[in-house]
């Protein structure tokens, strides 16, 4: 072709689209993402331009470039027919992934085209000389998509909600997402922070002034007052949102969250039911339903001495089921695994727990804190259910060595403890325990605790140069 495809890829890279926002295909499972992008376009109506876009490029990572064209061209007529004064800001995106769609097919001289249309197009919009234009609309699609590859991802998208404000800080899509993002990235982080007042409740209650009905986030609003223990108001919006969107699938699973986590699982439960009649492929719904059916089951077994077996059977059985299918529907959800191990340990089927927590290990998108999660949970079934204590010391101990803090890694340190106080007063210990618990109590700050340990370690095993580095350190630290 006459093009050079050099020049043209050069030209792709400048494009502010789907493809040069470093979406990973390896950080989501493909095939969850195109069921849930295809529930909202069915759900919810408002946000369907960006999500044709994000399902055009789901479809380009699948091989299906012809179906990637075809949303494309659905997110062309819903621009035209929703935004005929802005067609031109509201198409840049898809035109973009227009181009590099055709790009990829070898189909130069469209991709060509794709690129000279968004190059005049930035030129009529923007006043200064700049190819990049820093559209707050494009800022705002950015983050949406961010959003929806998990997350790694959430950090970057509050930036960009951040960007597309300061130009409309009063825009409600903006705020609504910037809200999303900062209700998510805490989500992870709220076990370290209880002293501190969140710093996504201004954000989430200043996106439900904007979007009176947006429901989602009233939910969103409702789960975060519950966490700071604001359980009444909480539930205030969720009986107002209830009334005003009693069938939407988005708003159902996080008022079923809501519910459960105040105990009332019967409730909860009904909730996520008509919620699955809806939408019967979501692996969060099965996710919630699972927790739902353990809760019911840790229920049983608190309050009742003798809870009959068949019950106690029922609730692992259902349990177990909606932990699978959340796992088999959604290849990465790393917490439906360990749940499913935990559950499979708690039923005896250890070889299905391993397989379980293996799978939970290999999942490739994971933070620091779900690794420490993992090394807890499989720390105990190696203790409680395999009997072996060394490899669960070793769990707990590869947990700590990822020192960043988090609830998990506290459990991990906590367990290990517990488990060598045991051992020592069991007169089991040797010296790799008494160094390790010496190491657990440094790591608390306990410093005096820390060189008692270590001197009873160097006293069974007195030429270990470990030990003594360890005693010398502590010694000079004090």
């Not at 998108?365 to 010391?393: L, P, T, V």
């Not at 106080?421 to 657990?440: C, K, M, N, P």
């Amino acid at each position: 072709s006459s093009i050079s495809k050099n020049s043209l890829k050069s030209s792709l890279l400048k494009l502010e689209c789907h493809f040069t926002w470093t979406l990973l295909k390896q950080d989501v499972d493909l095939n969850d993402l195109e069921e849930t992008v295809g529930d909202q376009i069915e759900f919810l109506a408002k946000s369907n331009i960006r999500n044709y876009n994000l399902l055009s490029y789901v479809c380009h990572l699948k091989n299906l470039n012809e179906e990637a064209l075809r949303n494309l061209q659905k997110a062309e007529e819903l621009v035209k027919k929703d935004h005929p004064d802005e067609a031109t800001s509201k198409s840049l995106v898809t035109w973009g992934n227009y181009a590099w769609i055709y790009y990829h097919m070898e189909r130069y001289e469209e991709a060509q085209t794709y690129v000279s249309k968004v190059e005049n197009s930035c030129r009529k919009l923007s006043s200064t000389a700049q190819q990049k234009i820093q559209l707050p609309d494009i800022y705002a699609e950015q983050g949406w998509a961010l959003l929806k590859f998990g997350r790694k991802y959430y950090e970057r998208a509050k930036n960009c909600f951040e960007n597309a404000l300061k130009n409309e800080p009063n825009s409600p899509e903006f705020n609504a997402g910037y809200a999303i993002a900062m209700y998510r990235l805490e989500d992870f982080s709220y076990h370290q922070y209880e002293d501190e007042s969140p710093r996504s409740l201004q954000p989430l209650k200043r996106a439900v002034e904007l979007n009176p009905n947006d429901t989602f986030i009233m939910a969103l609003l409702a789960l975060k007052l519950q966490d700071y223990k604001q359980v009444d108001e909480g539930e205030r919006y969720i009986e107002e949102a209830m009334q005003k969107t009693p069938d939407l699938p988005y708003f159902l699973r996080y008022a079923a969250k809501f519910y459960r986590r105040k105990g009332e699982m019967d409730k909860a439960l009904e909730i996520l039911k008509k919620a699955l009649a809806v939408t019967p492929k979501s692996a969060f719904l099965h996710h919630q339903l699972g927790l739902c059916y353990r809760a019911k089951l840790f229920q049983l077994k608190r309050t009742t001495r003798y809870p009959p077996q068949e019950q106690v059977e029922e609730l692992i059985r259902l349990s177990i089921f909606h932990f699978k299918t959340a796992t088999d529907q959604k290849t990465t959800f790393f917490s439906a695994y360990i749940d499913l191990a935990n559950m499979y340990a708690e039923r005896r089927m250890y070889e299905e727990a391993e397989e379980a927590f293996q799978k939970a290990l290999q999942v490739r998108i994971m933070c620091y804190d779900d690794k420490q999660q993992f090394y807890y949970f499989y720390g105990n079934f190696q203790r409680f259910h395999m009997k072996s204590e060394s490899e669960a010391i070793r769990c707990y101990l590869e947990g700590l060595k990822i020192e960043k803090d988090s609830y998990a890694r506290n459990m991990c340190r906590d367990a290990l403890k517990k488990l060598l106080e045991q051992r020592i007063q069991r007169g089991l210990e040797d010296a790799t325990d008494f160094s390790t618990l010496g190491h657990v109590h440094n790591l608390n700050g306990e410093k005096h605790k820390a060189i008692e340990c270590y001197e009873k370690a160097m006293a069974l095993c007195p030429n270990n140069e470990e030990y003594l580095r360890a005693l010398c350190e502590l010694r000079l630290s004090i």
